[in-house]
């Protein structure tokens, strides 16, 4: 089992900054990629990024592509979720996750999921 834990979420100005956090309990998190998704309401939850957990390796939906950043940390077992220039459309409750598999696009890839963090961006 791995335990997530989200932090980092609020309520911010439409153009500012959120950096969130996921802190990885349990399991060798190290071996697990981390993804985040957020679910917007009435919508269904969507891929944001993942990161690899070998490599590094970065993946991004194109629809966020150049406003985010996401990294790792495995020495502290934490995950890290950089959004810029924050538009009303990124108002939702965001989620980070685990997978051990490959298909990082995938919500069914991912077996472990944090609570959620809100995120709501006022104009």
């Known amino acids: 089992q791995v335990q997530l834990i989200e932090s980092g979420g609020g309520l911010v100005q439409a153009g500012g900054s959120l950096r969130f956090s996921c802190v990885a309990s349990g399991r060798t998190f190290s071996k697990y990629a981390m993804g985040w998704f957020r679910q917007a309401p009435g919508k269904e939850r969507e891929f944001v990024a993942a990161?690899?957990?070998?490599?590094?390796?970065?993946v991004y939906a194109d629809s966020v592509k150049g406003r985010l950043t996401i990294s790792r940390d495995n020495a502290k077992n934490t995950g890290y979720l950089q959004i810029n220039s924050l538009i009303s459309e990124d108002t939702a409750v965001y989620y980070c996750?685990?997978?051990?598999?490959?298909?990082?696009?995938?919500?069914?890839?991912?077996?472990?999921w944090g609570q959620g963090t809100q995120v709501t961006v006022s104009s």
């Open positions: 996750a685990a997978a051990a598999g490959f298909i990082l696009r995938d919500r069914r890839t991912y077996s472990y």
């Open positions: 990161i690899t957990w070998k490599d590094g390796i970065p």
